[in-house]
T-cell receptor, first 114, second 111 residues
Framework: AQSVTQLDSHVSVSEGTPVLLRCNYS??????LFWYVQHPNKGLQLLLK??????LVKGINGFEAEFKKSETSFHLTKPSAHMSDAAEYFC????????????FGQGTELSVKP | DAGVTQSPTHLIKTRGQQVTLRCSPK?????VSWYQQALGQGPQFIFQ???????QRGNFPDRFSGHQFPNYSSELNVNALLLGDSALYLC??????????FGPGTRLTVT
C-alpha cells in the first residue's frame, strides 16, 4: 500500500524568504514521488519528480526536493519565495516507473506575504 | 500543442441524473486517467484507460464508468448522481510510464 502525509495544511512566508513544504510517504514498493502545484481555478502542474535517479531533484520555478529513504521524506524547498508562488501544493506517490495511479496528499496551501 | 482539454468547464445536475464528462489527451499521449477532487481535498484516482481498456481502477462505485475511443480521447460517466459527487473532475494524460499531465477540470455541482 502507498500513502502520503503532508505535514502542514497551511504555510505562510514573506516574499524573499525560504519555502519548506514537508511530505512523508509510505510505500511497499520502490516509489516515484512528485510535487504538483495548483493555482486557483487552474489544473495541476508538475513541479518536479523523483524516479530512483538522483536523490536531489530540481524542478521548475526554482523549486527542488530531496528524497530521503531513511526518513521516508520528500520535502519541497525554494530559496526565495515570490508572490506568484502562492498556491496549493500536492505531494504525490506512485509505483516507480509504471505510470499508474497517483496517490495525492491532502495539500499544503502556501501564502506569500509582501 | 493544445495540452489536455476537458469539457464542459462547469455543469449543474440534479440528484439521480446522469452526467458525461469529456477529455482530449495531449498530443502523443495514449493513456487517460480520471481523478475526483472534492473541495479542500487532494485528487482521488477513479480509473485509467489504455488501448480502450480500463487498466486500473480506484475505490469508486460502479456508478462511475468510462470509455476510451480509438483517438485516445475519453469519457467519464456518472449515473444516479448523489450530492456527494459534487467535485472538480480532473483528466490526466500520459505516455506510460511517464508523468501525467492534467487538464483544467470540470466543476460538477449536484443539487
Amino acid at each position: 500500500a502507498q500513502s502520503v502525509t503532508q505535514l502542514d495544511s497551511h504555510v505562510s512566508v514573506s516574499e524573499g524568504t525560504p519555502v519548506l513544504l514537508r511530505c512523508n510517504y509510505s510505500s511497499s514498493y520502490s516509489p516515484s514521488l512528485f510535487w504538483y502545484v495548483q493555482h486557483p481555478n487552474k489544473g495541476l502542474q508538475l513541479l518536479l519528480k523523483y524516479t530512483s535517479a538522483a536523490t536531489l531533484v530540481k524542478g521548475i520555478n526554482g523549486f527542488e526536493a530531496e528524497f530521503k529513504k531513511s526518513e521516508t521524506s520528500f520535502h519541497l524547498t525554494k530559496p526565495s519565495a515570490h508572490m506568484s508562488d502562492a498556491a496549493e501544493y500536492f505531494c504525490v506517490v506512485s509505483k516507480n516507473n509504471q505510470g499508474g495511479k497517483l496517490i495525492f496528499g491532502q495539500g499544503t496551501e502556501l501564502s506569500v506575504k509582501p | 500543442d493544445a495540452g489536455v482539454t476537458q469539457s464542459p468547464t462547469h455543469l449543474i445536475k440534479t440528484r439521480g441524473q446522469q452526467v458525461t464528462l469529456r477529455c482530449s489527451p495531449k498530443s502523443g499521449h495514449d493513456t487517460v486517467s480520471w481523478y475526483q477532487q472534492a473541495l479542500g481535498q487532494g485528487p482521488q484516482f477513479i480509473f485509467q484507460y489504455y488501448e480502450e481498456e480500463e487498466r486500473q481502477r480506484g475505490n469508486f462505485p460502479d456508478r462511475f464508468s468510462g470509455h476510451q475511443f480509438p483517438n485516445y480521447s475519453s469519457e467519464l460517466n456518472v449515473n444516479a448522481l448523489l450530492l456527494g459527487d459534487s467535485a472538480l473532475y480532473l483528466c490526466a494524460s500520459s505516455a506510460v510510464p511517464y508523468e501525467q499531465y492534467f487538464g483544467p477540470g470540470t466543476r460538477l455541482t449536484v443539487t
